[in-house]
C-alpha cells in the first residue's frame, strides 16, 4: 500500500513571508497522482494544486508551487507571499488507477500564519 | 453549481447508538466517496461508489457501518452501533468520473459519548 508522510506537525510563517511544506511517499508505480489540499477550521478541503507523475514540469497555481522530485519521491509544497488567510491544515495526497483513485492522505502540517 | 452536501453538520450520540449520515453528491457526478477522518489524522477512504455500485469498502468495518447509494445520486453512511472511536469528521466528496477531481462536502462532526 502507498504510504503519505509528512513530518512536519506545525509550521510556521510571517505574512508576506515565503514557507515550504514537506512531503514524501512510498509507492512502486508509475502512473500516479499527487495533491495538496488545504483544509481551513470549516472542515471544507479545497484543492491547492495537483501534479501528474508523468509530468516534469513543477506544477505551480498563483502563489503556489511545488517541488517534485519524482526519484526521491519528494513533493513539497512552497507558499509564496503568505497571506492571513492562508493558515489551516494543510494535506499531501496520492492517488493511482491501482487504488481506483481514491485518495491517500498524510496526516497534515498544520500552518500557522502571523502578522 | 451547487457543491457536496452533507447533513447534519453536527451529531452527538452515546455509544450503542445508531447515527446516519446524508450526502448529496454535485449533479451528475458519477463517483462518490465517504472518508472518515479522525481527530490529528488525514482522512482515509471507507467506501467508494461507481454510480448505485460498490467499487471499494475494503476498509469499512461491517460489522457496524453500512452504505448504500440508491439511484446513484444520494448516499447515506450508518453506523450502527456506536463505538467512542468513531468520533470522527464523515467527508463525502464526489467525481464526475473516477479519474476526476474530487470536490468535497462540509463534512459531518460526529462525537460518541
Known amino acids: 500500500a502507498q504510504t503519505v508522510t509528512q513530518s512536519q506537525p506545525e509550521m510556521s510563517v510571517q505574512e508576506a513571508e515565503t514557507v515550504t511544506l514537506s512531503c514524501t511517499y512510498d509507492?512502486?508505480?508509475?502512473?500516479?497522482?499527487l495533491f495538496w489540499y488545504k483544509q481551513p477550521p470549516s472542515r471544507q478541503m479545497i484543492l491547492v494544486i495537483r501534479q501528474e507523475a508523468y509530468k516534469q514540469q513543477n506544477a505551480t497555481e498563483n502563489r503556489f508551487s511545488v517541488n517534485f522530485q519524482k526519484a526521491a519521491k519528494s513533493f513539497s509544497l512552497k507558499i509564496s507571499d503568505s497571506q492571513l488567510g492562508d493558515a489551516a491544515m494543510y494535506f499531501c495526497?496520492?492517488?493511482?488507477?491501482?487504488?481506483?483513485?481514491?485518495?491517500?492522505f498524510g496526516k497534515g502540517t498544520s500552518l500557522l500564519v502571523t502578522p | 453549481e451547487a457543491g457536496v452536501a452533507q447533513s447534519p453538520r453536527y451529531k452527538i450520540i452515546e455509544k450503542r447508538q445508531s447515527v446516519a449520515f446524508w450526502c448529496n453528491p454535485i449533479s451528475g457526478h458519477a463517483t462518490l466517496y465517504w472518508y472518515q477522518q479522525i481527530l490529528g489524522q488525514g482522512p482515509k477512504l471507507l467506501i467508494q461508489?461507481?454510480?448505485?455500485?460498490?467499487?471499494?469498502d475494503s476498509q469499512l468495518p461491517k460489522d457496524r457501518f453500512s452504505a448504500e447509494r440508491l439511484k446513484g445520486v444520494d448516499s447515506t453512511l450508518k453506523i450502527q452501533p456506536a463505538k467512542l472511536e468513531d468520533s470522527a469528521v464523515y467527508l463525502c466528496?464526489?467525481?464526475?468520473?473516477?479519474?476526476?477531481?474530487?470536490?468535497f462536502g462540509p463534512g459531518t462532526r460526529l462525537t460518541v459519548t
Open positions: 461508489f461507481q454510480n448505485n455500485g460498490v467499487v471499494d
Open positions: 495526497a496520492y492517488r493511482s488507477p491501482n487504488s481506483g483513485y481514491a485518495l491517500n
Open positions: 509507492t512502486s508505480e508509475s502512473d500516479y497522482y
Open positions: 466528496a464526489s467525481s464526475q468520473w473516477t479519474e476526476w477531481e474530487q470536490y
